[in-house]
């Protein structure tokens, strides 16, 4: 049991079958974190045999078939207070981190937090999510919110329901708004976020290299990204009015929505492929994307939830990382 941000976490194990006891802690406030781990480490299979962490979107999911049980789990499915937001998400994927990252910015109350096993997914997420899908038939991803009666998939689409629902809204009297509230600065903001997306799949491009020429091909790629984002924080310098957040001194969902990333890119890709982000950035005059990182990674949210990853996964948050995405790795120089 932890406590974070004024939160009650309890971690509740059962790895013989994945199940989980529901709890809640003396104020009600309706903090719970399931861990069901079967294997010792999360996300480490052989290539090519993907899971689910919100990939979908970027092609690198595969298709599954339809889940049988939907019927059955939703028969047995208990009555849901419409009131709690119910998140279900992994403790390592950084898309759905994103919306994690939203409910503790927001002090979203009551909430239950579901930590799925994504290489052993309970029956109840398989129907949660066949429910909400586009194709009810695709490799069940995370997150999952159900809120108001209302299943939600999409780590994107969910964080901006969070953020309209929720605005200003939270538990607590400093509960934040993560909506621009300048839109000149929400411009620039949205044109940073989604110019640094592109570096994503320029990383996964770099951890799937089979060889010297294609990582280095690559990498000159995930520089270039890294050098366009910078351009963009530049070019909403003045609006941003010397603030190192996206929009400036507001914390946004256009930070939110790059930020998770961040860390994976340190510690990944030191790892696997001897890459130093920081180097990186200092080397190639990424000053504002310096800037803005040093900003997001002192987070209380971001550190937080670091922290609670380190906690449910029972290893470092640098071997969480390393761990999850060893399945994209099938070269080592």
Not at 61 to 72: L, S
Not at 160 to 175: C, H, I, N, V
Not at 283 to 309: F, H
């Amino acid at each position: 049991m932890a406590t974070t941000l004024g939160a009650t976490v309890r971690t509740t194990s059962n790895a013989a079958r994945g199940g989980v006891r529901r709890v809640r802690d003396a104020r009600s406030i309706g903090v719970v974190v399931k861990a069901s781990f079967a294997a010792a480490h999360e996300g480490v299979v052989a290539p090519g045999d993907v899971h689910g962490s919100s990939l979908a979107s970027m092609g690198f999911a595969p298709r599954r078939a339809r889940v049988e049980a939907e019927a059955e789990a939703a028969s047995k499915s208990p009555v849901v207070d419409e009131r709690v937001v119910m998140f279900r998400t992994s403790a390592t994927c950084p898309f759905a981190h994103r919306c994690w990252l939203a409910l503790e910015e927001l002090d979203v109350r009551p909430r239950e937090v579901i930590m799925e096993n994504l290489e052993d997914k309970s029956e109840a997420f398989k129907a949660e999510y066949a429910r909400a899908a586009v194709d009810a038939e695709g490799n069940p991803s995370v997150p999952v919110l159900t809120h108001r009666g209302a299943t939600m998939v999409e780590s994107a689409l969910v964080l901006r329901y969070l953020a309209e629902t929720f605005d200003g809204a939270g538990a607590s009297a400093a509960s934040a708004s993560l909506l621009p509230k300048d839109t000149v600065k929400g411009y620039y903001g949205q044109l940073f976020a989604d110019t640094f997306q592109t570096c994503v799949p320029l990383y996964f491009k770099m951890l799937r290299a089979t060889n010297q020429d294609e990582l280095d091909a690559a990498t000159k790629e995930f520089i270039g990204g890294l050098q366009k984002a910078n351009r963009c924080l530049e070019l909403g310098a003045n609006a941003r009015a010397g603030g190192a957040y996206a929009c400036g001194e507001q914390f946004t969902i256009w930070d939110i929505m790059p930020m998770t990333f961040v860390p994976r890119f340190e510690i990944v890709l030191a790892h696997y492929r001897g890459f130093n982000l920081r180097v990186a950035l200092k080397e190639n005059g990424c000053d504002a994307l310096e800037a803005w990182i040093a900003a997001v990674g002192s987070r209380p949210s971001l550190v937080s939830t670091l922290k609670q990853i380190e906690d449910i996964r029972g290893v470092t948050v640098q071997q969480a990382f390393i761990d999850h995405f060893a399945k994209f790795v099938s070269w080592r120089a």
